[in-house]
């Protein structure tokens, strides 16, 4: 029996697996078979998870490298497959996700006749790829291909995490491999982010620490930056210290456990009402780990202008983006926070007793109203009434992926982060819809002893139902709850509040309702459809108990909002619309923080 010979494909694949790349995400092409030959031999360290489309392929390569620190790998053929990658890109490039594309292309001297595909599916894959990518390559030679893989891993992990475009012909791809000529040699520095970890000089700490002993109303808003770090235990032992208020970004939930009393849930305008209000009383606020995106800014009204700041982040560009920090702390964040713990020195809890009453204060009142809904038995059914039957079932290790829109505000609000790990995740780099269903399978198939449970409205559900296939193929523990209004919910409030009932986000027509139950069931997955309040627990019961994938669909109240301001303005209007011209959009003020 001869010997296979060993080609490009095997050196890709052997220096993934050397990496620790453990899952490749995607779809196969004739550009990349050679890749794929090569995985076929080694997957006693590597496997392949065929997709039903190369976009979610980059979705589940994001939950990996969101669970694990390390490069989340998707591979795609030239053409049609490669133009799918920019939405997980995005996504991926706007949250600090390490990433590789592995992307085919047209043998290298075919260049003339890439040209509006000419040569079949070519176009400029390189231009396209650095507009969406933290760094992007198109490999000139065999001779080339080892350093830029490393070079992909090193940018990828290093600070600030992105994904990287590594471009590779088919000519290339198909070439043999001596490895005695090239022979493989990986830097297992960029396994996992960060690539490098630094901290802030000595004199800045103890300004930040100036500020907090003086402060009387601290507060800490957590951010994905904090999970990026792998630093969620020392953000838990920071706070633990400080003795004052902490609310995170969606991104961030789960830097400290959310059972704290100090903990006050997620700062945007879908989360915590309790967020909102305490982070206002706020007279020194520490951005540890974000970016104060519009949302987790409030529309930048945050941070207030007598508020003091402090911002912790090992992007540069982030100290200072929207607002100018009393005390910026450069270097990353698991290592500052050490710091500013060590620099402490005696803990300050309990020594804002008027601080920490108001926040239970806050918090009780916000608590009192969310567990009316969450007991609610009306019908149609109110999501805080489901997600509170979620978290009675969910166990110490699961993993809940969210999609966009009203489900990161249901999820956010009315699921605690019991302990402090990234359990949760938020597709919020771009906030695209589509995200969950193909991020379970990356979630699972990285975390096959947890079970995922994903949130979805039937708008995002229906952007990417055909990957249920693949949870059934790999016969995943996945429960997809499906939160069914009939309608994009949030773009047909925002037409009804600001424009007068426009109607163009209906996604049911008069004798047209789309079962999402029955369509996975007809897909090989367990199917449940519910209606009423009392058969949510028994229909998660039996998903729960399903060895395998299941939908569970729950036809929900199409005025259900998590969004206050759409509360407030509904119950101002007495649920009826009121036309307005127009919205005004304010340019954003450049703030000074101030010295407390």
């Not at 290298?108 to 933290?134: N, P, V």
């Not at 957590?222 to 633990?240: N, R, S």
């Not at 969606?250 to 009402?273: F, Q």
């Not at 909102?276 to 020194?284: H, K, M, P, R």
Request: aromatic share 8%; hydrophobic share 40%; proline share 7%.
């Amino acid at each position: 029996m001869t010997t296979p010979r060993q080609h490009i494909g095997d050196l890709v694949s052997e220096m993934l697996a050397q990496y620790g790349v453990t899952k490749v995400f995607g779809m196969p092409g004739g550009q990349t078979t050679a890749l794929h030959d090569g995985i076929s031999r080694r997957t006693d360290r590597i496997r392949h998870i065929l997709m039903r489309d190369e976009r979610n392929a980059a979705y589940a390569a994001d939950a990996y490298a969101r669970l694990t620190g390390r490069p989340g790998v998707c591979d795609v053929t030239v053409g049609p497959g490669a133009n799918l990658l920019p939405a997980g890109f995005l996504e991926a490039l706007n949250a600090s996700i390490p990433m590789i594309g592995i992307i085919g292309e047209l043998p290298l001297d075919w260049l003339s006749l890439k040209e509006k595909g000419i040569a079949s599916q070519g176009f400029d894959q390189l231009a396209f790829f650095k507009t969406c990518s933290k760094e992007a390559f198109l490999v000139p030679s065999v001779e080339a291909l080892p350093d830029l893989i490393r070079a992909a891993f090193r940018i990828a992990t290093s600070p600030r995490p992105g994904p990287v475009a590594l471009i590779i012909p088919h000519d290339i791809f198909d070439a043999e491999w001596d490895e005695e000529t090239l022979p493989i040699v990986v830097d297992d520095r960029a396994k996992q982010i960060p690539f490098v970890r630094a901290t802030a000089p000595g004199p800045e700490i103890d300004k930040a620490i100036a500020l907090i002993q003086k402060a009387k109303r601290p507060a800490i808003v957590y951010g994905g930056g904090v999970h990026g770090a792998a630093a969620a235990a020392e953000a838990t032992e920071f706070a633990d210290r400080l003795g004052g208020l902490v609310v995170t970004s969606l991104s961030g939930k789960g830097s400290v456990p959310e059972t704290r009393d100090y903990a006050a849930g997620v700062l945007n305008p879908l989360g915590s009402w309790a967020a909102i209000e305490l982070i206002q009383e706020a007279d020194l606020v520490i951005w540890c780990g974000s970016k104060v995106s519009q949302n987790t800014g409030m529309n930048w009204t945050l941070p207030k202008p007598d508020q003091a700041t402090i911002t912790i982040d090992s992007d540069p560009m982030e100290h200072g983006r929207t607002f100018r920090p009393t005390v910026p702390l450069f270097g990353d964040v698991r290592e500052i926070l050490r710091s500013l713990t060590a620099a402490l020195g005696d803990s300050l809890a309990g020594s804002r007793p008027d601080w920490a009453a108001r926040i239970a204060e806050i918090k009780a009142e916000g608590d009192a109203a969310k567990a009316i809904e969450m007991a609610s038995d009306q019908v149609p059914v109110l999501p805080p009434r489901i997600m509170r039957e979620i978290a009675a079932r969910l166990e110490e290790n699961d993993i809940v992926v969210s999609d966009a829109s009203f489900s990161a505000g249901w999820i956010s609000g009315y699921i605690p982060a019991k302990k402090a790990e990234r359990q949760f995740l938020f597709a919020r780099g771009q906030g695209g819809l589509g995200y969950a269903v193909p991020g379970a399978i990356g979630a699972a198939a990285t975390r096959p002893d947890a079970r995922i449970v994903t949130v979805a409205g039937d708008g995002a559900f229906s952007y990417t139902i055909g990957e249920l296939a693949t949870q059934a193929q790999y016969n995943q523990r996945v429960v997809n709850v499906v939160i069914n209004n009939g309608k994009l919910g949030w773009i047909q409030l925002w037409q009804e509040i600001y424009f007068g009932n426009v109607q163009s986000a209906n996604l049911e027509s008069q004798g047209s309702t789309p079962g999402y139950a029955a369509a996975a069931a007809g897909l090989g997955l367990l199917g449940i459809y519910v209606e009423k309040p009392d058969e949510i627990g028994p229909a998660l019961d039996r998903a729960f108990a399903h060895d395998g994938p299941s939908v569970v669909e729950v036809r929900i109240d199409d005025r259900a909002t998590p969004i206050h301001s759409f509360k407030r303005r509904m119950k101002e209007q007495n649920a009826k619309p009121r036309p307005r011209p127009g919205t005004v959009y304010k340019l954003r003020q450049y703030k000074i923080s101030p010295d407390l």
